[in-house]
Structures are given as structure tokens and as C-alpha cells.
């Protein structure tokens, strides 16, 4: 069973950054994505991407934004977020993908980090 954990999130005003980091306790060889989910909100996924990196998706609200990143050497998926809107908060959570680009796995998923940003 692979354990994602993911950090980085925290308080932010608008138009300022966060790094969120996704580390695996072990490689995976999946699609992974990041998604979020805002208080009374489903889930929607924010970013994906392949095994080795070279394809990327973003959902329309974050393009631009943010990029996701993976480090296959150290088990871990990245998300840069700049820009930050206020609509941007919302827990946080990495999982491994069963489908491109947005189909979750059901088992491999983090305990989610929360971001706040400030108006």
C-alpha cells in the first residue's frame, strides 16, 4: 500500500504563492493529479500528470496559474501555485490517476493540506 502525504498548504493573501509537495513511500508508476475540494463543493481535479512527466492537463480556473511537476527520483508530484485568488481555497489532496486525466484511483489518495488565501 503506497502512503501519499501531502504539505505546503497554508495562509496566503491574494496574488501571492504556495508550493504543495506530494511525497509517495514509494514509486508510482501512475498518472498522478491533484485535487481540490472547497467547503460544500465536490472534489474537482485541478491538475494532472503522466508517469514520466511529459504530458500535463489544468483545469480552465488554474491555467496559467499553477503547474504540476513530478521528481520520480524522490516519489514526489509538485504543485507551484501563483496568483492565488481567493477561490482558491480549498483542501488540497494528491492521488494516483486510473484514468487520463481526471478518473481517480480509489486507494491512493493523501490526507489533503488546506489553502487560505486572504482577499
Known amino acids: 500500500q503506497v502512503q501519499l502525504v501531502e504539505s505546503g498548504g497554508g495562509l496566503v493573501q491574494a496574488g501571492g504563492s504556495l508550493r504543495l509537495s506530494c511525497a509517495a513511500s514509494?514509486?508510482?508508476?501512475?498518472?498522478m493529479a491533484w485535487f481540490r475540494q472547497a467547503p460544500g463543493k465536490e472534489r474537482d481535479l485541478v491538475a494532472s500528470i503522466t508517469s514520466n512527466g511529459g504530458n500535463t492537463y489544468y483545469a480552465d480556473s488554474v491555467k496559467g496559474r499553477f503547474t504540476i511537476s513530478r521528481d520520480n527520483a524522490e516519489n514526489t508530484v509538485y504543485l507551484q501555485m501563483n496568483s492565488l485568488k481567493p477561490q482558491d481555497t480549498a483542501v488540497y489532496y494528491c492521488?494516483?490517476?486510473?484514468?487520463?486525466?481526471?478518473?481517480?484511483?480509489?486507494?491512493?489518495w493523501g490526507q489533503g493540506t488546506q489553502v487560505t488565501v486572504s482577499s
Open positions: 492521488a494516483a490517476l486510473n484514468s487520463w486525466p481526471d478518473v481517480p484511483r480509489l486507494d491512493y
Open positions: 514509494r514509486r508510482i508508476s501512475y498518472a
